[in-house]
């Protein structure tokens, strides 16, 4: 296998010096993740890697199954570096898909279960994807209409591969095949895209190489102590960068451990699988968390094998991390991280203190941060400013989208995370806020940008801005603030359009406010501060 073939057109890579020097320090291995699953099948074989459903594969089960599934792919035309855009809920299916196309060297771009056609479709476009995997159904929706309305308007969209029932559709229990023999990508190409929570009118595609990756998931596997004995429960959705390798499934495979699936992250699914399984770490987002906590008050279920909750995605509060120690009998990790790259953790050993303040530190000594002022000046130890990062695992740049990443990296290549943190003695950060114009709703990423431009394609709508409001349960919720162009529509009516444009039911905005004119800014621009500030006093009210 080569290490030099030529990078995919349009993914910025590491400068030579730098690539260089990862490699020479040992970060980047030249490892594939199709080679490190056959690795796994070779040492422990009879090892349960997986349990979803009614499926228990071994290591040596998952490892065949992917290679017939990586030849089926084969035999219907796939090929290296071709994107498939894979959108499956947490069923055991979706790591046979995805090392299957690591192992053909096809680039799986992760979809979110709650994405709809206006982000499949911009993703199929986007991407030139040949083929979008999906389930028949689930969650009460059904992928297959979604896929047809996709692919009519996708015409380098040539397989649509169904679990289940397939209807007009090519069914993924069809493709397997007799495995062959495949070439497979070098450890420097780029083995698939993760999507940007993004800020900007359409979501960015963030391409992560086998090299880059891998590192992040062995460094995590030994800040985390994830070993054959690890049993992790993923309830977060599979295909977000927490749970897919902070250290997640993929760390539980690198690990030798073994992968739980639950298909919904509530405390009915969720803590059964704990006490049947005897799950020993698991990761949620804050909201989850403290659902988790209430449920567990209950002691229905014996969740006496959990050692560690990871929580990340968005800000815990002080008063929720006290909590989980004393309320689920196991240690908190917090994690900060980003499918950008960086991943901060608290350390298991590390003083309560520092573990339910902050949130953590990065996982890797090669992992450089700045904190800056709006000049790009370092700040003063301790002060809150924005945080730049740089590192053997954090992206140049997005997939082409070169106007963009001038903007999201500095010249010297510095990703611009859009957070304002700060920096305790000990060198751990402390998330203090966001710079970036996006909604953290409760872990799931809103770009304002994103929904204003839906509310704007509205014939009533003469102008829209959204917002965070603050919200007790997910921290944060969405509120567009809309000038009307004549009469005001009904809020109902505007939510209503925006489902039917096909955005994510994430996305539709929480509240709707309308408003004669927005705050500006000293040179004209909308307040998006000005607007937060007026809507926290005036909404002391709730939503009719
Ligand atoms: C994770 O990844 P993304 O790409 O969905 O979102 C990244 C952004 C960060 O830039 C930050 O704004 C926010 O999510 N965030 C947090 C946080 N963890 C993420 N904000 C405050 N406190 C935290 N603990 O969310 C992600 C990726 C890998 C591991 C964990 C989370």
């Not at 096909?502 to 000005?530: H, M, Y």
Request: hydrophobic share 40%; charged share 20%; glycine share 8%.
């Amino acid at each position: 296998m080569s290490t030099a073939r030529e990078h995919l057109p349009g993914c910025p890579p590491w400068p030579d010096d730098f690539a260089r020097r990862y490699r020479e320090a040992g970060y980047w291995r030249g490892e594939t993740f199709g080679q490190l699953l056959r690795d796994r099948a070779r040492d422990f074989g009879m090892h349960l890697a997986l349990v979803a459903g009614t499926h228990r594969w071994t290591y040596a089960e998952l490892d065949a199954r992917v290679d017939r599934m990586a030849a089926g792919f084969h035999a219907l035309g796939l090929r290296a570096r071709d994107r498939v855009v894979v959108q499956l809920p947490n069923v055991a299916e979706f790591y046979e898909v995805v090392f299957a196309l690591f192992r053909l060297g096809a680039l799986p771009v992760f979809a979110l279960p709650a994405h709809r056609a206006s982000e499949i479709g911009y993703f199929c476009a986007f991407t030139e994807a040949v083929a979008y995997v999906i389930p028949d159904r689930f969650g009460g929706f059904d992928y297959r209409g979604l896929a047809e309305q996709v692919k009519a308007a996708t015409p380098t969209l040539k397989h649509v591969l169904v679990l289940g029932d397939a209807g007009p559709h090519t069914a993924l229990a069809s493709v397997p095949t007799e495995p062959v023999a495949l070439e497979g990508p070098a450890p420097s190409d780029v083995a698939f895209f993760q999507l940007s929570g993004g800020s900007t009118g359409v979501p960015k595609l963030i391409p992560r190489t086998h090299d880059d990756y891998l590192y992040s998931v062995r460094a995590s596997v030994d800040v985390c102590r994830f070993d054959r004995d690890t049993v992790y429960l993923c309830a977060l959705p599979a295909a977000h960068n927490f749970p897919l390798s902070s250290p997640g499934v993929l760390g539980t495979f690198y690990a030798g451990g073994t992968a739980v699936m639950a298909l919904h992250p509530s405390p009915d699914v969720a803590f059964p699988l704990i006490e049947r399984e005897r799950v020993t770490v698991t990761a949620l987002v804050p909201p989850l968390t403290m659902v988790w906590l209430d449920s567990a008050q209950a002691k229905r279920h014996d969740l006496s094998s959990l050692k560690v909750l990871q929580v990340g995605g968005a800000r815990l509060s002080d008063e929720a991390a006290a909590r989980v120690r004393p309320t689920l009998g196991c240690a908190l990790q917090q994690v900060f991280g980003m499918a950008e790259g960086l991943v901060n953790y608290t350390r298991l050993d590390d003083p309560e203190q520092l573990i339910v303040t902050t949130q953590g530190r990065p996982m890797s000594d090669a992992d450089e941060l700045r904190v800056v002022d709006d000049d790009d000046v370092p700040v003063a130890p301790g002060e809150t400013g924005h945080l730049l990062t740089r590192g053997p695992y954090t992206i140049r740049g997005y997939y082409n989208a070169e106007a963009h990443n001038a903007r999201s990296f500095t010249s010297d290549g510095f990703y611009r995370t859009g957070d304002l943190v700060r920096l305790t003695p000990e060198g751990y950060l402390v998330v203090e806020g966001r710079a970036k114009d996006q909604i953290n709703r409760g872990g799931d990423k809103v770009a304002a940008e994103e929904v204003e431009n839906h509310l704007l394609a509205h014939p009533s709508v003469s102008d829209a801005a959204v917002v965070a409001i603050p919200d007790k349960f997910l921290g944060e919720r969405t509120c567009a603030v809309v000038i009307p162009r004549g009469e005001a529509p009904a809020a109902s009516a505007l939510n209503a359009f925006l489902r039917q444009r096909g955005l994510a039911a994430f996305k539709i905005p929480d509240r709707i406010e309308f408003v004669a004119s927005f705050p500006q800014t000293g040179v004209g621009k909308v307040s998006k501060k000005a607007l937060r500030d007026s809507l926290r006093q005036s909404l002391s009210t709730p939503s009719p």
